[in-house]
């Protein structure tokens, strides 16, 4: 701009500025053209390879050397017996690494638990955007969705707690009845040796001071109180199986129905090809934009397949091995190791016990506890008094 006045020079500038915003404008529309359609316009997420083909509207591939660690990471998270931290070391030593070939910080792998793009979601939330994707999720939106419960809390972790006493399995699991306090547990020193006691850690309360085999030993009657009747397990267990055999018609019906979906789609794509190849019906333009249309649908279709895939689980052996869970849960708690035990205590009672005037009761059992006993009592509620039994016509 050499030679040129002030004047010029500005007016120069402001058109320069000028076709620079238009620039940015048609760029930041054409990105949000292409969100609307589940089209990927940035750098491909860890996971995830971008996708260029002509012949094909899917802007994400999955990652083949990565993408099964980023699903084994959720498929961990979601089990709540390991935290994030472990998660990231064990798929961290079965080779997850970033595209430069680097470890993942723990703060970049809580930030991948939370995006929706791997369950299938394109979000920007500068634009106030929410689509859904054009390409495979690595995840069903299910796992996604636990995953996040568990991080925000909405969920029971059964991880063990971080700082544990081998000596007392129940210590921040039971409770004092009085103040709701954790009770914690400690060595007291007696004239000849010492001794190991579960307290109330609330100053203003000491509600409960008791020995260590005290509590354990009434911890593992209230275990035995609620252990159900065999023959109502059995009944429950019929109850799951039916509802699983009709979940499993149902899936069937839906697989099948989707299949003649899919297979309709691609029947739709070989005539369009054969009007535009062989019989020259339609022009170059009108082919592409309804391949594309074509394309797009047949990918939507083959994800909602792969979402109904069917799920291969021996129910059967699942129930068999809860119920035996379930009729040996005290004999099983002694054996446990202080892991297993605290896992355990965290299944059965979700919120934990309170113990107060030498006694536990807790606000919320497992699911499975919860039902065999109200099955239990309707049936003992069904059964007539002794002598008053109905008189039957012979």
Known sequence: MLGLDMRTRKVLAAFSQFDNDVRAERTVAGMKAAIEKGRWTFKAPLGYLNAR???????????PDRAPFVAKAFDLYATGCYNKLQVLKIVT????????????????????????????????????????????PLVSQELFDNVQALMDGRRLSVTPHLLNNPDFPLRRFAQCGHCGTPLTGSWSK???????YYRC????????????EELESSFVKYLENLQPKTEYIALFNEIVLDVWKEKQV???????ALQRQL?????????L???????????????????DKVNEAITLAEMELNDAKLDELDVEAVLNFSQHLILNAARLWTEFSLEQKQRFQKILFPQGVQFSEGAFRTAATCLIFSMLQQTEAQKERMVAPRGFEPLLPG
């Open 53 to 63: 083909s002509k012949d094909t509207p899917i802007t994400l591939m999955p990652d």
């Open 93 to 136: 030593d079965l080779g997850l690494r970033t595209s430069k070939g680097k470890r993942l910080s723990p703060q970049s792998f809580d930030k991948l638990l939370r995006k929706p793009i791997y369950a299938g979601w394109l979000t920007v939330p500068n634009w106030g955007e929410r689509r859904r994707g054009n390409f495979e």
């Open 190 to 196: 007696g004239r000849n040796k010492r001794y190991p």
């Open 201 to 212: 850690h609330n100053g203003k309360c000491n509600g409960v001071k008791i020995r260590r």
């Open 250 to 256: 149902l899936a069937i019906a839906r697989h099948k």
């Open 263 to 271: 297979e309709e789609l691609q029947g739709r794509k070989d005539k």
């Open 273 to 291: 090809v054969d009007a535009f190849v062989y019989r020259k019906e339609i022009d170059q333009g009108t082919y592409q934009e309804q391949l």
